[in-house]
Every structure is written in C-alpha cells, then in structure tokens.
C-alpha cells in the first residue's frame, strides 16, 4: 500500500476515533461542554458513524488513483482550522448565542459553507474531518448534546462537495449533478405537499428550549427547491468561472447527501416515518442550507481566489 492509501486511512481513521472517545468517554466524564449521547440508542447512533466512514473510504478506494485524495500536513493544517472554524461559526449563528429571526420557522445555518468549501478547496477528506468534526464539537458548545449521525453527514457534506474534481469533463459533470440535485429536490418537495402537518423537527423555539412543536411552514417546505433555483442562477451567472460555479454545484449535491443521510438514519435511531424523517428533518435544514451555499459559497471561493493570485500560488 502507498502512502496515500495510509494517509486517507489515518484521516478517517481519526475521525471515526475521535467520535468514539467523545461518544464513549467524554461524554460521561466532561461537564464543561455538553457532550451528552443518548445512551439508549448510542450504539446504533456510533453504527452510523461508521457507515458513514465507510461510505467516505469506498469513494476512495474506488477512485483512488486521483490527486484529491493527497494528504500531507498541509491537508492535515486545513482539517484543524475547517473544523474549529465550523464549530466556533455554528456555536454563534445557532439561535442562542445570536438570536436570528427566522423566516417561517427555517434554521439559519450560514456555517455549513465552511466544510463546503474546505472540501472543495482542499479535498474531500479535509471536508470531511472539517464538516464531522466541526459540527460536533459546535453541537457541544450550544449545549445541546450530540447527534453523531448528524455530524457525520454534515462531514459527508464536505466530502462530497470534494469531489468535483474526479472528473475531467466538469462542466458534463456539474449538469449532472444539477439534474440530480434537481430531481431529489421536487421529490421531497411532493412528499411534504403530502405531509404539509408533518411537525417541523429542526425549527429552535429559543424562549420555550424545546423542538419541533409547530407544523412545518409551507416557506421551510418549499426552500430546498429556492435553494436548487439560486444554486442553477449561480451555476450559469458564474459559467465562465469554473471554480465558483463547482464548489457550488457539488455544495449543492453535498447538501442533498450528507443531511438525507442524516435523516434517514433517525428512522433507525429514533423510530421516526419517512415522512417524518424528509419532512420533518430534512427539507428544513437542506432548503436553507443550499441557500446559504448559493450565497457565501461562491464569496468564499473568490476571496481564496483572490489571496492565491497575491501570494503568486
């Protein structure tokens, strides 16, 4: 075996580690950070972890050959500073420390740009480790305990949004991904017009503390297909910029995989309906999410662009 294969190896390796010590030990030995798992369900909830791990090294492992998949401490420097900037940007916007109105019970989280575009900058695996790990230890600030299978899919957010560059016809590709993206958009769209009562589960009522205890809005229900609408109008205004109009494109497709996994998972884990699970989960964190893609996304990419060209890199 190369030394990429260890190095990949390693890189996953030591997120799949970190959740455990944080899931098996911290959680119960650590008051300052709320670290808290349910301990009824942590097993299958650490089961996810490493589906989604797994998932990360079969991308590998079939694509290996690639030069996204170089890792060196370079990439290693990007994962610290992608996670700990995540996590600080997660903790501030997660409605307690500032608190954002949110239009029609839709949660503002302007943040997951950050592993979108570290895994389209510096790879796949350096969104993956920002995006899991970032989202975990943000989830211990706000104090709202841990759900690993969501800071795993956001790290499949980030790794996926790495991923742009297998291909060598990218514009074929990127038009790809926009009729998928597309297509799994006004699917879940018809499922909530079908479940338009279905309890909105990732709306914050911040005065109350408590979860998901108003329908879900028909503005939360339809956002993913305006977030699709800006991502297409980015995709084409930026045509001419291959770099912005990718990281933006494969942020999208990121979006879509990483919080679907997530969701679905809660079936298993917290004895939830499909309809519940998209519904309920899903469309209200991937609509704004692929919002704020369309936005800070490409404003990233153009400043990175922009401190390159100055540094002569």
Not at 6 to 14: E, G, I, P, T, Y
Not at 107 to 125: D, E, H, Q, S, T
Not at 144 to 153: C, D, H, V
Request: glycine residues 10%.
């Amino acid at each position: 075996m190369d030394k990429k294969f260890w190095n990949v190896l390693f890189s996953l390796a030591a997120v799949l580690a970190i959740f455990a010590v944080v899931m098996f030990l911290l959680s119960k030995t650590i008051s300052v950070f709320n670290f808290e798992v349910d301990q009824a369900t942590v097993g299958l909830r650490f089961l996810f972890v490493v589906i989604g791990v797994l998932i990360a090294f079969g991308v590998y492992v079939v694509t290996k050959d690639n030069k996204i998949w170089e890792v060196g401490t370079r990439e290693v420097v990007w994962m610290a500073i992608g996670a700990a900037l995540y996590a600080v940007f997660s903790w501030l916007f997660n409605g307690t420390v500032f608190v954002i109105p949110s239009l029609s019970q839709v949660a503002l989280r302007p943040a997951i740009a950050i592993p979108m575009f570290f895994g389209y900058a510096f790879g796949p695996v350096v969104g993956f480790f920002s995006g899991a790990v970032g989202n975990m230890f943000g989830d211990a600030l706000t104090g709202f305990g841990l759900s690993p299978q969501w800071s795993i899919g956001n790290g499949l957010v980030g790794f996926v949004a790495g991923l742009g560059m297998l291909f060598k016809n990218r514009k074929q590709s990127m038009d790809t991904v926009l009729w998928v993206g597309g297509a799994l958009a006004v699917l879940t769209v018809v499922l909530f017009f079908m479940n338009q009562n279905q309890p909105n589960m990732m709306f914050y009522d911040v005065n109350n503390n408590i979860f998901g205890d108003a329908p879900i809005s028909f503005f939360a229900g339809i956002s993913i297909l305006i977030g699709f609408a800006l991502i297409v109008a980015v995709r084409y205004f930026f045509g001419s910029n291959e770099d912005v109009a990718a990281a933006v494109t494969w942020g999208m497709l990121g979006n879509i995989i990483g919080i679907g996994f997530a969701s679905i998972a809660d079936i298993w884990i917290n004895g939830f309906s499909l309809p519940a699970a998209i519904v309920g989960e899903f469309l209200p964190a991937a609509g704004p999410n692929m919002i704020f893609a369309a936005i800070l996304v490409p404003l990233l990419v153009l400043a990175y662009a922009a401190v390159r060209r100055q540094s002569g890199r």
